[in-house]
């Protein structure tokens, strides 16, 4: 006999919640940010066949529910404390949730971030999960603070996650080491929440890069008022996608999607501080333009010239 709703949560998702006053079980859980801090609150739902393919591993499809939700933590420069889970699930399948439940709890302990309820309910397949986090009053870093003359810059490599899944739909081809080489960076995403802490003071703006680099570039642009010149050559790739064809590389690149790196500003001053965050963090970052004070982005090449792209950015209703 399948396991009941309550018996489910009860093995499953009953956690000590030691963050919080009080975990999951009750009516509503109480968390209770440190003096002269802010909660810092963001929610993200997965679906299936939108956000994930179906056959992706259930510990990996855990692991990136809560990754995603915590990279938008890391992205305000605030401290994980817990997080809600809600699921729709299609039927009670224990091999599945046992490890879906493994690959997302083995990334709420590496980030002490507590597990302190949800809901579930039988459905298409759905992931939805809200995380609560803590940020000095005031220090929380935004899209609206750059400033022109402030340097771009990104943490890790992009377009990785964009070459995996072009080759799980068939859309090219990889030999199996290659394969192997980038398909973590789509299933198992690694939130910068160290570097987002670490550059708080530092930075003046920063965004997460969920929807390609060019759109969340875009949003920051907006918020802020500003344009920017970047040097499309400038942006770091992994070795596999840098033996791809120039165009391939451009797109994984600029508009890939799925990447979970911290795009941000700061000004030219603050390099060094931007170097020791990246100590700190043990998270690389890399300059690849500036923000001017005219509007629009202008892309460049290394050697100056203008690159033709289009900016266009994930939009799930285009
Ligand atoms: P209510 O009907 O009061 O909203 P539920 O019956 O939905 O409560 O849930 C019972 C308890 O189990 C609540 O404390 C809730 O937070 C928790 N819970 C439900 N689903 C999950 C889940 N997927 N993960 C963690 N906790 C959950
Ligand atoms: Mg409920």
């Not at 590496?110 to 940020?135: K, M, S, Y």
């Not at 970047?230 to 120039?246: F, N, T, Y």
């Amino acid at each position: 006999m399948s396991l009941g709703e309550f018996e489910l949560i009860e093995q499953y998702f009953r956690r000590p919640a030691p963050r919080a006053v009080l975990g999951g079980g009750d009516d509503c859980a109480l968390l209770a940010p440190a003096a002269g801090q802010q909660l810092a609150v963001s929610t993200d739902a997965l679906v299936e066949g939108r956000h994930f393919l179906s056959t992706v591993p259930a510990d990996r499809l855990g692991h990136k529910a809560l990754a995603v939700n915590l990279s938008d933590l890391a992205a305000c420069g605030a401290e994980p404390l817990a997080f809600t889970l809600s699921l729709s699930l299609p039927r009670v399948d224990e091999a599945w949730l046992a490890g879906f439940a493994r690959g997302l709890l083995a990334l709420a302990d590496e980030h002490e971030c507590d597990l302190v309820g949800g809901d579930t309910t039988a459905g298409p397949l759905v992931i939805n999960i809200t995380v609560f986090g803590q940020v000095p009053a005031g220090a929380a870093l935004l899209r609206s603070g750059a400033r022109p003359g402030d340097d771009i810059w990104i943490s890790g490599r992009l377009g990785d996650a964009r070459l995996a899944l072009e080759a799980f739909r068939g859309a090219m081809s990889l030999d199996g080491r290659d394969f192997d080489a980038v398909r973590p960076a789509l299933e198992l995403p690694q939130p910068r929440v160290l570097l987002g802490q670490a550059l708080r003071g530092v930075a003046s703006s920063a965004i997460d890069v969920s929807d390609g680099l060019l759109g969340d570039l875009g949003h920051v642009l907006k918020a802020s008022g500003v344009g920017a010149e970047l040097d499309a050559d400038a942006v770091p790739r992994g070795p596999v996608l840098a033996r791809q064809p120039a165009t391939l590389q451009r797109l994984c690149t600029l508009t890939g999607g799925d990447d979970y790196e911290l795009l941000f500003t700061a000004p030219p001053a603050l390099r060094a501080a931007v170097h020791q965050a990246e100590l700190t963090a043990g998270t690389a970052v890399t300059r690849i333009g500036r923000i001017a004070a005219g509007p629009g982005l202008r892309l460049h090449d290394a050697q100056g010239r203008p690159v033709v792209h289009e900016a266009a950015s994930f939009d799930h209703f285009r």
